[in-house]
């Protein structure tokens, strides 16, 4: 606003014209507005401070359960991830490890221990759908199917049954599949095959694997052939008789 007496520009809270000197009535309002809007400032900052100091307690012990839940939520996760954490950790250090690794699956094949380079490639959580174990694709497709039908026939077989901790037809239905899955793996990738670098050991994991069935389960190479062409019935009944005597 402007001085009335030499029109020079003032603050609306000046008391006096700063450049005539002359009291400046005309701004006691605006001053009085500041003054009271000063104190009930004050007040309020008064209060608000008091409120703050009497809950402190409180403010602090929410601080604190805020605090708690946060770590309780990181541990939690940290907890359920931890597997994949560590199967991840491990991944990587398969690939850092890729020359000593491979020469160690490498001695696995050569020795026809197909169980040991699955249990190999499993606890190092080897990834063989990326480089640079990539080459071990199939050869582990097989490998898979192949463990898991030797171990399902020793188990049903040794056992008998007998066994009180297995049930009979359940071996049957385990034998059926795993059978099953092993040769069905085995045709549906044997374009695949043919092609891999390591068809020698897939094609030795399919003689053992007839070895297996004609040892524990009478299927010698006829019977093998004859059981694959088979209905689902009758490869069931056949199993039955074998392994519960019926």
Known sequence: MKCYSC??????????????????TETTG?????????NRSEKTKSKVGGIISDNIP????????IVLIIALS????VKNNAYTFKGDAKRKEAVNMYDSYSAEIQSYLDAGDYTGFAAFKEYHNIA???EPYDDLNTLWMIAEEYVSLVSTVEASTMFGP?????RPEQDVDDCYFAINDFYREFEYDLEDIEEDPYKEYIYDMKDKAGIILEVYLGLD?????????SSDAKKKAYLEEVLLND
């Open 7 to 24: 029109g020079g520009e003032v603050n609306l809270t000046d008391k006096v014209c700063p450049f005539c000197g002359r009291p400046l």
């Open 30 to 38: 605006y001053r009085a507005d500041e003054a009271k809007y000063a």
């Open 58 to 65: 409180i403010v602090i012990s929410v601080a604190i359960m």
């Open 74 to 77: 990181i541990a939690s996760y």
């Open 128 to 130: 063989e759908w990326e």
């Open 162 to 166: 007998e066994a009180e901790i297995y």
């Open 221 to 229: 190479e006829k019977r093998l052939e004859e059981y694959l062409a």
